[in-house]
């Protein structure tokens, strides 16, 4: 008796520690938790792939990774984050509906011209052994548009839960295969084979579950009611996709240009820093943006004022970052030599350079979502297009100009710290904003 007395007072201690069901930082802590599984996975997996695939393979990788990018991040037509905004469930369930179709047609168009142009899509990205490859863009941005669709139905419904678990199977599935094809020595398709089996098994996943829970309101879906929010929500195809495509290129646009300047080798070194860098993000920064994104929209539809949140989402990320990137500014190419191989120092001299970049990357991330919430959309593309002009115009200098990587990369990363803290500012300005913009 005096056991289950003991055991019973530490649930209750337990669960008066835990914040409330439901809450803000009970949900981010939910998210948070899959996501840190899910990235600690390949992170704790890649001094294993380091030394199974070479810096060219993960050069690969990444082109693959940046071409089925810029198409996946409009497979949708971006109305995936409008799920969230309709007071309607009627209205939600057809964004799904309409999401899925605009998927299925990209994904049918994308292949017809892969089938068409595979040679010359080949040799435009400067590889022709890559064209073996292209066949499988389809089936990424198919599963790209499935997986973003209903990733915001379930941060719609609150099933954090699940969003964890997916997450977590994506994650595994594609270390273990990266790492049993790499062992069997298929270097040259582990790394992409390994990315496309995740993506399938934490998709099926998604499916699986909507289907189970949700299938009853398919019905609630028609032609008529699509075409009705197609047009509510038009913003989200003709602003938010170019503004989505927009940071697709400057993400990408880098790659294509190390790529054609310096050759897969730099470009490798570059993947893996970046990855590195942009742990802190995956682990916590992603949870807390999904979470961000459902408070703020709540708040806004209620007429409430979105600074305080704006503030203290900054202030939080702030106290985790930096440790972390100060870590990583005096030590990095010490710990990447030790740690994924001698051959990779030199992607610890690029994570150096380009932490402060990705320090305040980190801490603004979540709150770039307040153009969409209060409808300042128009706006804010202008002004990330801005950003990622100075991106490409760094790279095309260093590369094309002064042919030295370091110049290049120093000039991105001073560059874009004093563009996002002014971007920053007005962020902050637009979510004081939200009282006068309510109708």
């Known amino acids: 008796m005096l056991h289950i ?112 142009f595979n040679r010359e899509i080949a040799n435009l990205l400067g590889n022709p052994n890559f064209s073996i490859w292209l066949f499988a863009i389809p089936v990424t941005v198919f599963l790209t548009g499935l997986q973003n669709t209903f990733n915001y139905w379930f941060n719609r419904k609150k099933r954090y839960a699940k969003l964890s678990l997916c997450r977590i199977t994506q994650s595994s599935v594609n270390v273990s295969a990266n790492i049993g094809m790499g062992v069997a020595g298929w270097q040259k398709s582990g790394l ?29 879906v028609n032609k008529s009611l699509m075409a009705k929010t197609a047009r509510t929500y038009k913003d989200f ?54 979470v961000f994104y459902q408070k703020a929209t709540e708040t806004f539809n209620a007429g409430g004022n979105l600074q305080g949140l704006v503030k203290k989402t900054m202030f939080s990320l702030m106290a985790i970052a930096f440790p972390i990137f100060l870590l990583i500014l005096f030590l990095a190419p010490y710990l990447f030599s030790h740690i994924f191989g001698k051959e990779w120092r030199e992607a610890g001299f690029y994570s150096q350079i380009l932490a402060p970049w990705f320090f305040l990357n980190f801490i603004f991330s979540p709150i770039t979502q307040i153009p969409i919430i209060v409808n300042r959309q128009k706006m804010g593309f202008m002004i990330t297009s801005i950003g990622n002009l100075l991106i490409l115009i760094s790279i095309f200098y260093g590369g094309f100009i002064a042919k030295d990587i370091y110049l290049g990369l120093y000039l991105l990363s001073t ?22 913009i309510i109708p």
């Open 192 to 220: 992409i084979g390994g990315l496309l089996i995740g993506q399938s098994f934490s998709t099926a996943y998604l499916v699986w579950q909507a289907w189970r829970r949700d299938r009853s309101k398919s019905r609630l």
């Open 415 to 436: 560059i874009l710290s004093v563009y996002m803290i002014c971007f920053a500012f007005w962020l902050y300005k637009a979510a004081g904003q939200v009282s006068k």
């Open 5 to 116: 007395n003991g055991f019973r007072s530490f649930k209750n201690m337990a669960l008066t520690i835990l914040p409330p069901k439901g809450s803000f930082i009970r949900n981010v802590f939910t998210l948070m938790t899959g996501t840190v599984v899910a990235q600690a996975i390949p992170i704790m997996a890649s001094p294993i792939l380091t030394r199974l695939y070479n810096p060219e393979e993960f050069g690969s990788l990444a082109l693959f990774s940046a071409v089925a990018s810029m198409i996946g991040v409009i497979a949708t037509g971006r109305y995936e984050l409008a799920i969230m905004l309709p007071q309607e469930e009627e209205e939600a369930i057809n964004l799904v509906g309409l999401s899925l179709a605009i998927t299925l047609c990209l994904s049918t168009i994308t292949f017809l011209v892969v089938a068409a």
């Open 237 to 290: 195809p003709t602003i938010n996709s170019l503004h989505a495509f927009s940071d697709m290129l400057q993400n990408n646009g880098v790659i294509f240009l190390l790529s054609s300047f310096f050759g897969p080798s730099i470009l490798g070194f570059y993947f893996l820093s970046v990855r590195i860098l942009k742990t802190p993000l995956m682990f916590i920064g992603s949870s807390v943006a999904q």
